[in-house]
């Protein structure tokens, strides 16, 4: 049940079901303000908890959020360890209220690459809101959709029998979700950067100009309700 009515936010058409963010332009904020790029990512993981607050409250099903990419690796090491060490923190600090919320976490991507740290998080947060009803947070960390596909082709090859689209849909990190209906990239950039390419097959896409420490709840919002204008065919007519 939806604790905010979403019409009381101007919401008065169906509200996607699965929304996917792509989290851009924490480096660029913090250069505009002459900080270190790790502080335009701290600045980005604070917004989290409103827009996740946001997604709980109106009864959105599912939210994927975009966070580390299989190319991601290619950065400073001193920047991928302080990405590391706020997921770290993220995690620490906000697993208690999420899972009062009802939120139930999974990681998208391949956790073997993270150091055992990271991956004990992971693991611990998954467990604990395993059967938590409300909000579906997808967390994308080394993730990529290349990747992805191949590892469930993979999965699906070693059954040894002819695969359906069901099964292939299933083998993906997202098994069990619906398909994306919203895609939002912040920071400006018009591009989806391996980000859950078969599930937003259908999928609309948003690009605003915000960096992401700078995407409102507000902004949010009018991005929900933007969705609701738009009219979706799936190849159909009218
Ligand atoms: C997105 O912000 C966060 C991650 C990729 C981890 P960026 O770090 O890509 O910020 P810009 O695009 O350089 O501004
Ligand atoms: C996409 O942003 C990845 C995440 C937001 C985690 P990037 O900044 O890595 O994407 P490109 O390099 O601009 O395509
Ligand atoms: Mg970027």
């Known amino acids: 049940m939806a604790k905010t009515a979403p019409a009381s936010l101007g919401l008065t058409d169906a509200l996607p079901r699965h929304v996917g963010i792509i989290m851009d332009g924490n480096g660029r904020w913090a250069k505009a303000r002459s900080l270190p790029r790790p502080m335009g990512h ?21 939210l994927s959020l975009y966070a580390f990419s299989t190319e991601n ?19 620490n600090r906000e697993l208690d209220a999420l899972h009062e919320g009802g939120v139930c976490i999974r990681v998208l991507g391949d956790m073997e690459a993270f150091p055992a740290n990271i991956g004990r ?15 579906k947070l997808n967390i994308a960390l080394n993730y990529g959709s290349r990747a992805e596909v191949l590892r469930a082709a993979n999965a699906l090859i070693a059954r040894g029998q002819p695969a359906a689209m069901e099964d292939l849909m299933a083998a993906l990190y997202t098994g069990g979700l619906p398909d994306l209906d919203l895609v939002i990239r912040t920071g400006g950039e018009q ?13 609309e896409l948003m690009f605003v100009p915000e960096y992401f420490p700078d995407f409102s709840d507000a902004r949010f919002v009018e991005c ?15």
């Open 121 to 135: 998080a992971i693991s611990a947060a998954q467990s604990k809101t395993a059967n938590n009803e409300g909000l």
């Open 224 to 238: 929900l309700r933007a969705f609701g204008a738009r009219n979706r065919r799936f190849g159909d007519v009218e």
């Open 73 to 91: 690796w290619k950065r400073p090491q001193s920047e991928i360890e302080a990405l590391f060490g706020l997921f770290i923190e993220y995690f």
């Open 191 to 203: 591009r989806l950067s391996n980000f859950l390419l078969l599930q937003a097959a259908y999928a």
């Open 42 to 62: 701290r600045a980005g993981m604070e917004r989290l908890r409103g827009l996740i607050q946001l997604s709980s409250d109106i009864g959105i099903g599912a």
